[in-house]
């Protein structure tokens, strides 16, 4: 491809992702049915555009965390059994724990608190395995997603705990944590936060040192057992967040919810051009990932097409951005 | 990046050909479904495309969540977007689906639940379900009436074959139809067993109930399965003629209650019914009639399935 069009590629070379997220817009609005009253392109009207910021947010939540474990050189397999457990420990401790002494607004603030430092704790485990016994985290995490899993379903009896259809706290707590402006905002400042850390921060950079040659890294002198440790207690963490968003938005804290979450946030990490091997990738290609897959699916959703041609050309989507990517290294 | 653009290109191609070809003016009816991968939701689901194919006015536009309420949201919150003139759901669970359901009737779309409720009743137009006490009151009749034909009055001996007892679905079919035959009191239930609502437990137990029961008319299966069980049992003991066997449930296919019926295992079959064609009545009026003020709630009666009518059922 020679010519202004190869040059313009070669101008976005260095955004390659951005390039992508652009064609996905144009193909978006091409494809876009009119609204039937008004005679609007549906997929530029601000609600529309709200729903897709809204429905990404939750896997995009779990992608910034993953962003940093698939930089570091590992994966986190766990993350849909995280989010499984954090939805039921908040619904449990929100309907079933009621301490007389602590007012709503402090029985949700512990209630979300728990259950974060429950979920940070379990990647902080995995993490721990990882690091100190050298076993690969594709293998500690796969532990971590069957288990978890089950201690989910043990938590319930495998039942849904409703949450938010009475005047209690917990109607309190989803109510406001559901709204499209309070899912969109923690998105948005949680993607700033992560970008900030992984450019600005000395974490950051070793974050991607290990990523790129862990051994060399220890033999620098970095810390490389704690920094893994804190990777993927952070991805736990950001798992816990989005479960803690999944069951105020549905209502209630299903164990059984979750399931492949974690590969819907590998592929947007995937897209957003980071390496499956570490030391590349960053918060704003993640973001971009996210959106591509979120617009795309809006884009079938819309023109009614069947959902499993969606998974078909998501498939063809992954596989053509991981190829953008080597091609870039090579030329 | 040629081959990127290639695809794009020709996506945006085949996909703008549809849009061509697709009319703007037809009235627009989007079916949310919890999930498709059930028989019971697949044969919705071709029953929806089969009746609204027969409105040309109607465009019909179906949205399979794969049993995800996340999904089923998200799916509904566009299908909001696109302003259809009629939105069904057959909601995945009654908690999470309540709040997105109750959007779109405020967004002034008219919203069909279909068969399980959900939890604010609030949120939706009209729904659509069958009641499976009224199934069972069906059977009730039917099973009284038999034994009206058999004795000149209402007597005989009735044995119950239940599903998992506390379930829902069981104790109004149970109570449905001993509400009915408690009215006479020559009908007596000579003993019942629990059979979880499996085949093969049904034909052990029944086994059992032969050995101590000289006499039986009827055997009532709260399900297809556990009726032929039961009847499987009997024809062990070669004792399948002295009594009829009635089930519920009412599927078609080739294991299903109706080739049952029509193969003479089962003297009758009550469905319990798709709601489909409830909801395309009502939800055409709905769509072409701005006068027509459903109703909260609709009852779609079972169909009785007997032996005149199995062949022809089982035929659609």
Redesign the interface.
Known sequence: ?NGFLGNT?KLFGKFRYMT?LV?VLV?AI??S?????TGDI?FL?F??LS?IM??VS?NGIIALGMTLVIISGGIDLSAGSVLALSATLVAKLLKQWAPQSLSPDMHIIFCVVITLAVCAACGTIMGSVIAKFKIQPFIVTLAGMIGLRGMARYLTDNA?I?IG?SDDTSAIFADAV?QKFVVISIFIIMAVIFCIILTKTVFGLRVKSIGDNANASKYAGLPVTKILIAVYAVSGLMCGLAGIL?AA????G?PN?GVSYELDAIAAVVIGGANMNGGKGSIIGTVIGAFILGIL??MF????I??NVEMM?KA?III?AV??QT?DKTS | MKKLVFVALLLAVTLCCQAVFAQETKKLVIFSQCNNAEPYRAAQNESFKNLWSQYPDVEFELMDAQQDNSRQISQIETAIRKQPDLLIVAPNERGPLSAIMGKAKKAGIPVICLERDIKDADNYTTWIMSDNYVIGAQAGEFMKDYLTKKYGKPEGKIVDIRGLLGVEGEMKRFNGAWDVMKKSPGIVQVQEAVANWLQSKARERMTEILRAQPDIDIVYGHNDPMAVGAYLAAKDLGREKEMIFVGVDGLNGPGGGIQKVKDGVLAASFTYPLCTDKAVEIGYKIISDPNFKPEKQYNVNSKMITKENAAKLYKE
């Open positions: 491809m590629f992508g064609l193909l091409i494809m049915p009119e609204q039937r009253k549906i009207t609600d529309n729903d809204r429905q939750e849904n409703d259809f559901s999944h938005q549905n209502h209630q299903s919810d699916t809006n959703r819309l023109r009614g069947d959902i050309f063809v053509v190829k953008m091609t």
